[in-house]
């Protein structure tokens, strides 16, 4: 097949340890002057004391919550809004940079925040800078036009151009402090979203060749990042490869395995990264095929089936849950009837219907 693409990735990257204390910089370079911080209440001191040193962070919101809500991009929005802000600052896991991207993609119009939430109003194209800077290997936020926002019961993925990052600042000294089993669910995500950008029906040359090098870096790091959380050279190696994760799928997007994370969020509370590795290692070998190989042995495995096997053994040196039966209660007609309808599942390289997802999660039983 002749080769043919069409490759865009708008965000500038800073990588490296101490990165993060050049903020200041960064925003003297693009002439920003009032931003609103975004960020977790763990970092609220830290938050406090930048703003105390840096007159140019206007306000901060710290109410982030793991799940970040609707009520939380509001809240950003006002801020922004009211204080005339010209970037909003989104320091965190995914969660508070999916709350700053959303909430500057809004700012400059005056629209409620649940009209664009529900698709009433189209996200414009003027919005405020977005400098995204992550404090977990994971989620690859930094780099991807998606925002994941809850309201009341519903969860949202939304995809949309105005949530492309402007800037993002990747300093793995930031990482150093996440906690074990946070940075293993964190760094299996990571390792999805590489995974699922390669193999995706929308899969295309230069993400596959930053996919293989993820899986690469995730094998080597992701063990260590875990029982040796100090060790900054596996910190750095996870921190680049959850960045170059991100890179994967934000053209070719997720696939199978991130579909069925959402209704093992929604209905049985697993964190994000602990419900795609849920599925993930069933997914390797499903979708186990010869490009699939090639992957495994350009990131120094033997074959997909080895890859499988370790992503199992990740899983229980963290206690990840890896059966239904430590789910609870589980309908698994129902389960599988929802992964089957996530729009992401027809991403799958594999068709993926009800009836073939419960044959799955069966032997998940
Ligand atoms: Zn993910």
Redesign the pocket.
């Known amino acids: 097949m002749a080769l043919e693409f069409a490759y865009r990735q708008p965000v500038k990257i800073y990588f490296g340890a101490g990165k993060f204390a050049r903020l200041g910089e960064i925003l003297d370079e693009l002439g920003l002057r009032r931003c609103v911080l975004v960020c977790g209440r763990h970092f609220a001191p830290t938050a406090q004391q930048m703003q105390q040193q840096d007159g140019r962070i206007v306000a901060i919101f710290s109410e982030v919550e793991q799940n970040p809500q609707l009520s939380g991009v509001e809240e950003t929005t006002r801020l922004c809004r009211t204080l005339q802000a010209d970037a909003v600052i989104g320091v965190g896991g ?1 969660s508070a940079i999916d709350t700053a991207k959303f909430a500057a993609a809004i700012a400059l119009e005056d629209g409620e925040p649940i009209a664009y939430y529900r698709g009433e109003r189209p996200f414009p194209a003027k919005r405020l800078s977005i400098i995204a800077v992550p404090t977990t290997a ?3 936020s930094e780099v991807t036009q998606v925002s994941v926002i809850s309201h009341v019961a519903e969860k949202r993925t939304i995809n949309d151009p105005a949530f492309m990052p402007s800037v993002a600042i990747v300093d793995p000294e930031l990482s150093r402090s996440v906690p074990p089993r946070t940075t293993m669910n964190t760094g299996l ?2 390792l ?2 590489a995974l ?1 950008g390669y193999w995706s029906k929308n899969h295309q040359p230069i993400s596959d060749l930053m996919a293989v090098e993820a899986v690469r870096l995730v094998m080597e790091n992701l063990e260590t990042a875990y029982t040796d959380g100090d060790n900054l050279q596996a910190r750095a190696n996870m921190a680049y490869a959850a960045l170059l994760g991100g890179m994967s ?1 934000a053209l070719p997007k ?1 696939a199978g395995c ?1 579909a069925c ?1 959402y209704p093992l969020s929604e209905d049985y509370h697993l964190p ?2 602990e419900a ?1 590795a849920f599925t993930l290692d069933s997914f390797v070998r499903i979708n186990a095929d010869e490009r699939l190989e090639l992957l495994c042995r350009r990131a120094g495995l033997s074959g997909t089936e080895e890859l499988a096997q370790r992503i199992g053994a990740l899983k229980e040196l963290a206690g990840l849950r890896r059966r239904l039966s430590e789910l609870g209660e589980v309908d698994l007609d129902k389960l599988a009837r929802d992964c089957a309808a996530h729009g992401l599942m027809a991403n799958n390289p594999v068709p993926m219907d009800a009836a073939a997802l419960r044959a799955m999660f069966a032997q998940l039983a």
Do not use: K, Y
Request: net charge negative; glycine share 24%; aromatic share 6%.
């Open positions: 995914g994971g989620t690859g995500d990571a999805a979203h699922e799928f997720t991130h994370s994000h990264g795609c």
